[in-house]
């Protein structure tokens, strides 16, 4: 149906609703999906490519430089997208440079360590000088005091002197003397045990020499055994030849079966694949529309989509900035009620200032009148009741209540123009929202009725239908899923059915061949074994490993009997030495034991000798005093105890002057602050040193981590480069061009439109008109692509559809629907729009258009197509045949309708 009003509107329709209208028509969709999809993978390769140069930005934020290198590291990293280059290359600098510096400070370390060392060593002599100078001076006390003791300890020591002796001079000779005599009864003692032992040791000789004897007569037994060992080495090769020919022969046999085997496998495979083929060839065929149906769902997705982000608009943005606007209008409303009450009682207060003020002035004057006193207001002598100053109030406060109150009728008149001006923004946003709700509540995928309803009705059934339209999407979502699983399905079955129909079947074929092949094969080698296996001569045993065994048994008997004979030679070689050894024992301990006696007797002799040099007695007499080591012990410590001392002290003495000879008292202060000094700075040479030393493995540890990083972001970059082309090539980004890949296919679709309308238009405009999309606007303003313009043929220009006449319009807007009736014709699968309808726009027209467009459309009613025209014009009357006529009833109280005439 092509109503009058719609004429016009069909034929100057902006690109924006021809897009539309296109791409339901043409299902282009599909384009802009795969617009959508590859700017999702161009956002996800960017998405890669940001976070790969996040994280190598990251490491080379931890990187720490020097402070001649830190303010450009500190730039390049302030970059938010330092080149990697630049990073590596700055990085290069940095390490290098604190390796040198690291060397620099290394050979500093060392010069100062030396220093150091040579400040320290001076301030160990300075000290060990002094300490010698005060050792002298300790010393010398020590010896003043030792002297001044002298006289005392001579005393204690004649006292003690013949204790002494007895114990420190005679008694070493007689405790040497009963060592000796003891040592030598041990000795003796020894010699009878050992002897004993002698007498084991000839015993286990003559038992080693018999066992020596025994091992001798087994040596011919040996010889034998080494004779059959000998045999087993030279017939080892043919045992191993024959056992290699035997187990060839069972693998020959084996293989045998298992080609045997391969064979009925291979039989199963084939049956296998041909039912393999038969269930993707149904597979297929089941499957077949899931493409057509994916395109469809796609396309009520963008609808359900675009839907559900107008409720989510209405829901989370408008209503929200409704209720704020709402409340707005609330408080400014209570504000302008507020100012209101206040100015009321600022007024009032005024008022009432203003009284008191009159009342005051009049009290001032009346308070010292008396009667026949002539009044200053009202000239009266009588004053029968005098005003009271019962409150008073000055000027100035009255004055301050009056400004108040202006401020307060300020306030006030402020309050209701805001209050009005919100007023006005709310009712203005009622509507809008209600207007909003209600188009989207009216949409096919809602249909609920809106009218007569308030807004919070409104506002529900809204909420309803989020929740319709979040179930619409979930289950468009599953049955895209669906589609695009079968499809996918289709898509690998129609692979995989290739795949078995030409690689699965050839090799299947070359499998069977190969089978053969061996099977031929192995049946030629089987007989040449056994062939071989027949001539190989006659073995003492049957089996290599029963001759290998009875070899094991001769070797082991024979290893067996060289042990023998060697542990009876070892044996008796031990028991001949072992004997020898006691011998020569016995043999020592009898000239120890001879020395022994001697020394004995001459210590003896030493003792009797100084007994009797010392005045003792005899024995007796010098054990007497052995019996008091108490006395002797502590006596003897006290005087030992001094002479240590003394001597000591001499010693000591004399080496502390030997160490502070030509040695004088040193200051050490200055060298211990310079030692100080120095190891404070070898501490700052250490810290540098060590600092500069984990800066650099540091920035080693994140150069290396920048590298790693490096091919990712190459492969995430390439990424970007292929999805980025492909992206710009469907969004019309390259060449001059800003057209997309969907506004191409709508254009070039949309050129057989205006092309089919131009067959129509020529004619009826008597060769004066054409319709044209304007071409230059691709690559200026993609938004004008599929906006029209008219060539005028009279005058050869061109000038926008809008400037036709009303008769010119109808000729262009009938021939523009007719084409797009063509050529929805022709892309639409064959289907055909059998019936057309023109609704009025003919009263622009004069006879001779009138008879132009009549003419093309006898032509359309002359291919089967039905063309039906709504006109009150007579001249159509004529050319029509079969008409029905619609005439008012009587009174204009309706119409009626005449049965169909032929005319």
């Not at 420190?168 to 041990?186: E, I, M, Q, S």
């Not at 092949?517 to 071989?532: D, F, I, V, W």
Request: aromatic fraction near 4%; include cysteine.
């Amino acid at each position: 149906m092509i109503a009058q009003g719609e004429f016009r509107e069909l034929l100057s329709a902006k690109t924006e609703v021809r897009t539309e209208i296109l791409r339901n028509i043409f299902m282009t969709g599909g384009y802009k999906n795969i617009e959508s999809k590859l700017f999702d993978k161009q956002k996800a390769a960017k998405s890669d490519i940001d976070s790969t140069e996040s994280a190598m930005v990251l490491h080379f934020r931890d990187v720490r430089a020097d402070e001649e290198l830190r303010p450009e590291l500190e730039n390049v990293q302030s970059l938010e997208r330092p080149e990697t280059d630049a990073m590596l290359n700055l990085l290069d600098r940095i390490i290098s440079d604190d390796e040198s510096r690291l060397k620099g400070n290394n050979e500093k370390l060392k010069v100062s360590e030396e220093k150091q060392t040579e400040t320290q060593k001076a301030l160990t002599t300075a000290e060990a000088d002094n300490e010698s100078i005060k050792k002298l001076e300790f010393y010398m006390g020590e010896k003043k005091k030792l002297d001044e003791k002298k006289e005392e300890i001579d005393e204690l020591k004649a006292l003690v002197e013949k204790q002494k002796l007895a114990n420190h001079t005679v008694k070493p000779h007689y405790d040497a003397w009963l060592t000796k005599r003891n040592d030598a009864g041990k000795t003796a003692d020894e010699i009878k045990k050992k002897e004993t032992e002698k007498e084991s040791a000839k015993a286990e000789l003559k038992k080693a020499e018999e066992i020596f004897t025994e091992a001798e007569k087994k040596k011919p037994e040996l010889e034998n055994l080494n004779r059959l060992i000998d045999k087993f080495s030279e017939e080892k090769e043919s045992y191993l030849e024959r056992e290699n020919l035997k187990n060839t022969l069972r693998n020959l046999k084996l293989e045998e079966k298992a080609l045997s085997e391969e064979l009925t496998g291979y039989e199963n495979d084939k049956q296998a694949l041909d039912a393999e083929i038969s269930s993707l060839k149904n597979t297929i065929d089941r499957f077949k529309d899931s493409p057509s149906k994916l395109v469809e769902a796609e396309a009520e997705y963008d609808k359900l989509n675009k839907l559900y982000s107008s409720i989510k608009d209405i829901a989370n943005v408008k209503a929200p900035d409704f209720t704020k606007m709402k409340n707005r209008y609330k408080k400014a409303k209570e504000a302008y009620l507020n100012a209101v009450t206040e100015y009321d009682e600022a007024d009032r207060q005024r008022k009432k200032a203003e009284r008191i003020l009159e009342n005051s002035r009049a009290g001032i004057l009346a308070q010292d009148l008396e009667e026949g006193m002539e009044c200053p207001v009202c000239g009266s002598v009588h004053h029968p009741k005098l005003a009271v100053l019962d409150e008073l109030i000055t000027e100035e406060e009255v004055n301050r209540l009056r400004q108040t109150e202006e401020e307060k009728r300020t306030a006030k008149d402020n309050a209701t123009s805001v209050a009005a001006e919100a007023k006005g923004k709310y009712n203005s946003a009622l509507e809008q929202l209600k207007s909003d709700i209600t188009n989207v509540l009216s949409d096919k995928y809602v249909g609920v009725k809106t009218e007569d309803k308030t807004l919070s009705e409104l506002y529900n059934d809204l909420l309803s239908a989020k929740e319709k339209v979040q179930n619409l999407l979930s289950e468009n979502d599953r049955q895209r899923k669906e589609f695009e699983g079968n499809r996918s399905i289709l898509e690998k079955s129609e692979a995989a059915l290739k795949t078995a129909e030409n690689e699965k079947s050839k090799a299947l074929a070359d499998r069977k061949a190969d089978i053969d092949s061996r099977t031929q094969a192995n049946g030629k080698n089987l007989t040449e074994t056994e062939t071989k296996l027949e001539n190989l001569g006659k073995l003492g045993f049957e089996s290599l490993a029963e001759a290998t065994k009875f070899h094991n048994q001769n070797l082991g008997r024979a290893n067996q009997i060289e042990e023998e004979i060697n542990s009876s030679v070892t044996g008796r070689a031990e028991a001949e030495k072992k004997l020898a050894a006691l011998e020569s024992v016995i043999k020592n301990l009898n000239q120890t034991l001879s020395s022994q006696r001697e020394q004995t007797e001459k210590l003896e002799e030493a003792l009797e000798n100084s007994i009797s040099e010392n005045g003792f007695a005899g024995r007796e007499e010098l054990t007497h005093y052995f019996a008091d080591i108490r006395t002797i012990e502590e006596n003897d410590r006290l005087t030992n105890d001094y002479k240590s001392k003394v001597s000591t002290n001499e010693k000591l003495l004399e080496e502390a002057r030997k160490n502070a000879e030509g040695k004088v008292p040193v200051d050490i202060s200055e060298l211990q602050e310079r030692n100080e000094a120095q190891l404070q700075e070898l501490e700052t040479l250490r810290k540098l040193v060590n600092g500069i030393d984990a800066r650099i493995n540091t920035n080693k540890g994140k150069k290396l981590a920048i590298n790693k990083l490096i091919p990712e972001l190459e492969k995430a970059r390439k990424e970007y480069g292929i999805t980025s082309r492909l992206y710009n090539l469907v969004k019309g980004k390259t060449g001059k061009g800003i057209i997309t890949l969907e506004q191409f296919v709508q254009a070039s679709r949309f050129d057989g439109i205006v092309a089919a309308a131009n067959k129509r238009l020529i004619p009826m405009s008597e060769g004066q008109f054409e319709l044209y999309r304007q071409q230059g606007s691709i690559g200026k303003q993609s938004g004008t692509f599929l906006d029209l313009e008219v060539l005028d043929n009279y005058t050869g220009k061109r000038h926008p559809v809008g400037n036709l006449s009303g008769g010119e319009s109808f000729k262009a807007s009938l021939s523009l629907a007719l084409g797009l009736s063509d050529t929805v014709s022709s892309h639409k699968g064959g289907i055909q729009i059998d019936a057309l309808f023109v609704d009025e726009g003919f009263g622009t027209l004069d006879r001779d258009s009138i008879q132009k467009a009549m003419d093309v459309l006898l032509q359309l009613s002359g291919s089967n197509k039905l063309v039906g025209i709504i006109s009150h014009r007579e001249e159509l009357m004529e050319e029509i045949s079969q008409q029905i006529k619609v005439n008012k009833t009587k009174n204009n109280r309706g119409s009626h309708i005449d049965p169909i005439t032929e005319v």
